[in-house]
């Protein structure tokens, strides 16, 4: 029997009601819903899953109201219009390993995509914030997927993404453009804070901290007041955090790790030993 030809014009899709497990297959006993559910994402550990999962987290994380489609050149939109791209690594994969997996983060940019035009002649950078999220877990012992205290989520603004102008990113470089990782209770407020950009984070214009202040993390990182996305001045206390008020001129380009900043006030045991790269770009050499 030969099927009916097809109507020429546009062919768009009906907008369908979401499934919620339980329908069952017609035609022939095959299960419902939810038995194809499990078949298909059986393992929240597996890269696919474990993926979308991430976006998962991301898209509770904002309030976002509906799942992106998969031909979106981005993975999540936020009410109020903000584009995210979530990327996703981790140190254990769902197979046997000899060693720890490198992280590194890849397709960063891609070509949009559009019914009428179809794929893009060049690739781009195509969301607003761009979130790199790590599961942490070093051992199966350990490892729990439904555990999301074990994520870290890396979060910076497209411009920094952009001006690196590579296409995939490793665990330092990330660490450099992202600052401090956040968990996912401060996931919302750090998106946020990276679509405001520079000099606004948290909401509001710096006014504790000269701009020349230097503010060392926990982790040894040197940030300039207000000049990335990565921290709020309200995040900027002992015993956390150590500070510089009134540094030398030339201490901020002098920062490594073989010349330490060590902390004047706050926590005096914090000493930065790498700058922020969001901050030394936009900053300079002051």
């Known amino acids: 029997m030969s099927s009916p030809s097809a109507p020429d014009g546009p062919h768009t899709p009906a907008e369908l009601t979401p499934l919620e497990g339980g329908e069952v297959f017609r035609g022939a006993d095959t299960g419902t819903v939810l038995d194809f559910w499990r078949?298909?994402?059986?393992?929240?550990?597996?890269?696919?899953?474990?993926?979308?999962?991430?976006?998962?987290?991301?898209?509770r994380a904002v309030g976002a109201v509906e799942r992106n489609a998969e031909w979106e050149s981005f993975d999540v939109l936020t009410p109020d219009g903000l584009r995210i791209e979530v990327k996703t690594s981790?140190?254990?994969?769902?197979?046997?390993?000899?060693?720890?997996?490198?992280?590194?983060?890849?397709?960063?940019?891609?070509?949009?995509?559009?019914?009428?035009?179809?794929?893009?002649?060049?690739?781009?950078?195509?969301?607003?914030?761009?979130?790199?999220?790590?599961?942490?877990a070093r051992t199966h012992a350990d490892y729990d997927p439904l555990d999301v205290g074990q994520w870290r989520f890396y979060v910076t603004s497209r411009s920094l993404v952009e001006a690196t102008g590579r296409a995939s990113l490793g665990m330092t470089a990330v660490q450099g453009l992202c600052g401090e990782p956040v968990d996912y209770e401060g996931l919302a407020d750090?998106?946020?804070a990276c679509a405001l950009g520079p000099s606004t984070a948290g909401g509001t214009a710096w006014t504790g901290f000269r701009p020349d202040a230097i503010l060392i993390s926990p982790t040894g990182y040197a940030h300039r007041p207000g000049a990335c996305g990565h921290v709020a001045e309200h995040d900027v206390a002992a015993p956390r955090w150590g500070w510089i008020p009134r540094p030398p001129s030339d201490l901020w380009t002098l920062i490594d790790g073989a010349r330490p900043a060590q902390a004047t006030e706050g926590n005096t045991g914090r000493a930065a030993v790498r700058r922020c790269s969001a901050c030394a770009s936009l900053t300079g050499p002051t």
């Open 39 to 59: 078949y298909a994402m059986p393992d929240l550990r597996t890269n696919t899953t474990r993926g979308l999962l991430a976006e998962f987290l991301v898209h």
């Open 190 to 192: 750090r998106i946020a």
């Open 90 to 136: 981790a140190h254990l994969q769902a197979w046997g390993q000899a060693r720890l997996s490198d992280i590194r983060f890849s397709r960063l940019r891609g070509r949009t995509w559009s019914p009428e035009g179809g794929d893009a002649e060049e690739q781009s950078y195509n969301a607003d914030v761009y979130v790199f999220a790590l599961h942490t």
